[in-house]
Nanobody, 121 residues
Framework: QVQLVESGGGLVQAGGSLRLSCAAS????????MGWYRQAPGKQRELVAS???????NYADSVKGRFVISRDNAKNTVYLQMNSLKPEDTAVYYC????????WGQGTQNWGQGTQVTVSS
């Protein structure tokens, strides 16, 4: 089954940077689109960035130009480089397969623990 382990979160001042990592298993990673999602207190989980199996990234408008998603197929790992962080980026960040992935159904049943990102003003 899909297993996901996120790391790299923390407390950072506005304008700072963080790099999140996510190790995935239980999937054929190199053929699978991946995504980073976040959930702020009192809000629904949202997709902030996704990357196709070919390495093409897509971003929510709120993070476009500030976040960069990438992947290392040799390590079954997806990354999220977050720059110019804002207080409104504060949330628990999760990775999972992309919403159009073959593994999406499994993925929604197996969210990782997430990693907390807190941006102070």
């Amino acid at each position: 089954q899909v297993q996901l382990v996120e790391s790299g979160g923390g407390l950072v001042q506005a304008g700072g940077s963080l790099r999140l990592s996510c190790a995935a298993s239980g999937i054929v990673f190199r053929f699978t689109s991946m995504g980073w999602y976040r959930q702020a207190p009192g809000k629904q989980r949202e997709l902030v960035a996704s990357i196709t199996s070919a390495g093409s990234g897509n971003y929510a408008d709120s993070v476009k130009g500030r976040f960069v998603i990438s992947r290392d197929n040799a390590k079954n790992t997806v990354y999220l480089q977050m720059n110019s962080l804002k207080p409104e980026d504060t949330a628990v960040y999760y990775c999972n397969v992309g919403p159009t992935s073959y593994y999406w159904g499994q993925g929604t049943q197996n969210w990782g623990q997430g990693t907390q990102v807190t941006v102070s003003s």
